[in-house]
């Protein structure tokens, strides 16, 4: 039996080829170690209940870009996965290259705790530019979303409405924000929990424009980029694209892009994808 992992920095979902779903924590080789993980993993009992089963692991994350980060996924699957004679770990840009491909070249995206893209042509993936990260990039992403959120919150630039459910219902005040970005790891997927005020927020009229001016910023950096981009559908996986597809949409109309695929959850269609190739 195959397994299949589409990790992100927030969480990952592992899925079997008996559509058999589980969730753990996400996985970043930037942030975790290989014990690290094996740690975590032996905490999830109905993972740990079919780990003998497993013969071969598909594992697609954020930062496995490198063949020293992709070891440190290796090594804690290995280890877990104890019966698997065949380990894959490759970048979670492929899985959305992957899961979103419909027959024609096209731009395919994440949106996510972090967010990147690549040119897919079915058979190599094209990366124009690179990810920057939560601290110089990730347009549109829910880390960015949050960044800027908190921001305008300690500025006092979010209209009285926001400010209130962030102070009240988020219990937010400078030192714990800055506790959490500056002191305690993982700040990415700190930031990115604030994203969901974006929805939460009674002030729709200048949320919906908060998104747009981000999903701008990622059109400009990470759509663009690619020549021709207008000859290409643009596909989005990640739970930001998912919950914000009108806004999306209308800056996908605004640049002269085919929206395409807009999927929160793209491990189904890897395992579509993996289960017509992996014969």
Known sequence: MFIIAESGSTKTNWLTENKELFETIG?????????????????????????????????????????????????????????????????????????????????????????????????DVHEEVPALGYVLGDEGSGAYFGKKLLAKFLYHELPEATMK???????????RIFDAVYKKPLANVYLASFARALTDSSDKEFMEQFAAEGFTDFFSHHVCCYKDYKNYPVHFVGSIAFHFKNELQKVADKFGCELGVVDKNPVYRLLDWHLKNEK
Do not use: W
């Not at 459910?165 to 030192?175: A, C, H, Q, V």
């Open 27 to 123: 996985f970043n080789p930037l942030f975790f170690s290989s014990e690290d993980i094996y740690a975590e993993m032996l905490k999830q009992e109905s993972l740990c209940a079919l780990r003998g089963k497993v013969t071969k692991v598909f594992f697609y994350g954020a930062s496995c870009s490198s063949d020293e980060r992709n070891n440190i996924i290796a090594v804690a699957m290995k280890r877990f996965f104890e019966n698997a004679t065949e380990i894959k770990v490759d970048h979670d840009l492929k899985a959305a290259a992957l899961a979103t491909y419909d027959g024609r070249p096209s731009v395919a995206c994440i949106l996510g705790t972090g967010s990147n893209s690549c040119l897919y042509d079915g058979k």
């Open 165 to 175: 459910l962030l102070r009240d219902d988020y219990g937010l005040e400078k030192e």
